[in-house]
């Protein structure tokens, strides 16, 4: 009897003490604001954290609910930090890209031209007894493609809490296809490709704009390569497969780092037969479709070099899986304007580009225009720490909106050719960081965010992605190198500090721009 009192009292005791460690001392440290550690020194990974300033340090230690960490997601967590509730400036009319009336015309003219084309073309069809299935177009003044393109400013794509992002996902993911087609870059190449160039076109990749019956349009890249398979270590980055979970894993981590210059990117089945064969328009697109020995459908690219069976992609039997990227506003109403890199790589088989062989390559490029005033060469820093995480070598151009000048941020656009190769770090990738060593504030703040057990980077990505209908969208492996790329770029960091000291080297995320008159606040600037 006694021993049975005994296994009683020491079963409560061990709740109480299990209560007390695991939610009562939590709540206690959030409601008084107490820090979970007690230095910000260097971590055991050796990555820098001294000489960040006092304010810095207690906005990262900061919590941002009273829910126990235990009990709550590490993503939602991050989001309700203070670092990714920073209010940007009032956005006023004339720094945002499109006004809703404009843009209301612009469309309701291109749905009235569009219905006019498919009754034309669907009697043609008749004609010759070919039948095409009929789609009519709901135009929804409210469809969140809309809602996403009316929200974009000067200094982001979507803020942080448009909820229109997240149903832009849905309906990439569920909406009816009524057209497809070519891109508008494959359509240029009229099916004339040199078979000399290092560097193939894009027809290689097999890209399709996929119209949705909202009039919304979806680039679809469809799977070209497992999801466990890596880049061979032989391939040259110029002519690797571009994967389309790499354009899905680019919008999340975009996210994450409080980007948002990736558009919207989610996965999605499509049914080549029913959603790409029986609807297209395009003579030219259907001409690639055949049945495979196995009974597959399958299509290819319709340039002369590659316009064989064995370069296709085939569903199983019908559906393939694939991205779907939220286009842009048309250039016509939204001009963007693409600018080399200058951190290109040489494209081709020996050469080599300037700044691989001289480390001080940055100098020269801080006096040149528009490097040498404003935000350019630090969003060239944000792509580049974007890119080396992704493992993308690949980024020869960015593009800009003409509308908002200098000052605009930059479009993390083309992300398919990351997350080729998970065993390998190219360091060569964060040249503009380690030559430049320069790297803004609030972006080294979410990096050391994003260090830390609670927020591990590969952990939020993993509950992400887990959310795309394709999951998993990346392997353990490909997480893994995310949080490995990530101590290094703070180690990079790091030596840049220790070389030239904290201040020359973290630095505001406004500069004022030598054009420009306007101030804004320092903080939050794109």
Known sequence: MRRDRLLVAVTLVTLLVADIHFILIPRLKTWYHLPRESCMCSGANGSWASGVPVTDLWLLNQTSTLVSIEQDSKLERLFRHPLYNIRLPKVGPDELLLQHDELMNYYKRKVTRWERLRKVYIDAAAALNITIPDHPVTFD??????????????????SRDDSSIDKLLLDMQTATVISADYTQDEKALKGACDCFQVVKPSGLHLKLALKLQDFGKAMFKPMRQERHDETPENFFYFVDFQRHNAEIAAFHLDRVLDFRRVPPVSGRFINLTGEVLHITHNDDLRNVFFTSPANNTCFFAKCLYICKSEYAVCGHPDLLEGSMSAYLPGLSIAPRISIPNPWIRAYSFTGREEWEANPLYCDKIKKLYPYNSGNRLLNIIDMTIFDFLTGNMDRHHYEIFTKFGDEGFLLHLDNARGFGRYSHDEMSILAPLTQCCVIKR????????LERSEYRLSDVMRESLSRDPLTPILTEAHLEALDRRLGQILRAVGRCVKKLGEAQVVVTDFVESQRGTTSHPTENDR
């Open 141 to 158: 003044l409210e469809a969140s493609w809309l809602r996403f393109h009316l929200g974009i400013n000067r200094y982001e794509l979507y």
């Open 442 to 449: 609030s972006t080294l703040l979410r990096l050391k965010l």
